[in-house]
C-alpha cells in the first residue's frame, strides 16, 4: 500500500522547527502541500539568493489602495505563483476579498485539488497592504 508520503512528497516543517529527537521536524502529504503553498506565497521575488525567480508577486501590492484592482492583481498573482511552483495541486478557485474590520488586509482564499488524490482543500492567506503587520 501506498502512503502518503511516497505519493505526494514529504519535506521540512513549515515553520521550521525541530522534533521531539531535535531533528528536523518533517511534513508529509497534504499537510506538506498546504506548507509549501504558505511557502510560496510568502516569499518575495528575489528573497531566495539561488533562486531569485521563486515567490509570488503579490508582495508588489504593499502599499497598494484597497480597491477591485488590487484585488484582481493579487488574485493574478497568487494563481500564477502557484501554477508555476506547486505541481501536485490543481487551483479551483482564487478569492480575494478586504476583511471589513481591517481594510489594509486582504484574504485569499485558494480552494484546490490535489492531482493524485483527488482530494479538494481550501487555504485562506491573510495578506497585508502595509508594512509591519503579521499573520
Not at 13 to 28: H, T
Not at 43 to 68: K, Q, S, W, Y
Not at 89 to 113: K, M, N
Request: aromatic share 10%; with cysteine.
Amino acid at each position: 500500500m501506498t502512503t502518503s508520503s511516497e505519493l505526494l512528497g514529504r519535506g521540512w516543517k513549515y515553520p521550521f522547527m525541530l522534533d521531539e529527537r531535535r531533528e528536523v521536524a518533517l511534513s508529509d502529504g497534504e499537510d506538506d502541500i498546504q506548507e509549501a503553498i504558505s511557502i510560496i506565497l510568502s516569499t518575495a521575488f528575489g528573497e531566495r539568493l539561488m533562486h531569485p525567480d521563486f515567490g509570488c508577486g503579490i508582495h508588489d501590492l504593499v502599499f497598494a489602495p484597497n480597491n477591485t484592482g488590487t484585488a484582481g492583481l493579487a488574485r493574478y498573482y497568487v494563481e500564477d505563483a502557484l501554477v508555476r511552483w506547486e505541481p501536485r495541486i490543481d487551483i479551483e478557485e482564487v478569492e480575494v476579498q478586504a476583511d471589513p474590520a481591517q481594510p489594509e488586509l486582504l484574504l485569499i482564499s485558494v480552494s484546490y485539488r490535489v492531482r493524485s488524490t483527488d482530494s479538494r482543500y481550501n487555504l485562506v492567506y491573510p495578506f497585508y497592504l502595509t508594512r509591519g503587520n503579521t499573520a
